[in-house]
């Protein structure tokens, strides 16, 4: 008698299991079309960090604000600044960058491993996120992000250049 009332259990569970699923109302997905452009620029980030002090120095800009940090662990140092960013600023800020050419870019071996500093470049957009560590040593393609990081140090205070 007790394996025929769990069994009769089971199959009670697993109707009101099935019920309750196929209950539910499923809703709809509709294929979402992104008003975006795939092409636009959402987001600036340069950093600058190693040595054998730990140096460190973070740029993130987006549409509507600049934010930079910089410090050394070491001596356990570090400050910050942020302000807004005006639609003017960030579209010359952009303006440096192609993105069809982000594909080319290529980057090199992190120096902080022998002391050195690593210069990292991401730069996103809505389809895709494009990171760069040491591409200065991509001679060819490495020009836009020099002009990128020059326009970024004319929208920072001086301390943080």
């Known amino acids: 008698m007790p394996t025929t009332k769990k069994l009769h259990l089971k199959i ?5 299991l099935l019920s309750a699923f196929f209950s539910c109302d499923s809703k709809k997905t509709e294929p979402s079309v992104s008003q975006k452009n795939p092409h636009e620029i959402t987001f600036i980030s340069v950093s600058d960090i190693g040595g054998h002090l ?7 800009a987006t549409k509507d604000s600049v934010f930079a940090e910089q410090g050394m662990t070491a ?7 942020v302000s807004a960013m005006n639609s003017e600023t960030w579209k010359k800020l952009v303006s440096t960058i192609n993105i069809v050419d982000l594909d080319h870019i290529k980057s090199s071996p992190s120096q902080q491993s022998v002391d050195g500093t690593d210069e990292t470049f991401q730069i996103r957009t809505p389809k895709k996120s494009h990171i760069y560590v040491n591409a200065y040593a991509d001679t060819l393609h490495y020009k836009q992000l020099q002009q990128l990081k ?3 140090n004319k929208i920072l205070p ?4």
Not at 75 to 81: F, I, M, R
Request: glycine residues 4%; hydrophobic residues 30%; charged residues 25%.
């Open 150 to 152: 020059e326009q970024l």
């Open 12 to 16: 009670l569970f697993s109707i009101l």
């Open 54 to 60: 730990g140096n460190y120095r973070i740029v993130k």
């Open 75 to 81: 001596n356990q140092t570090h400050k910050s600044w």
């Open 158 to 161: 001086k301390e943080y250049q």
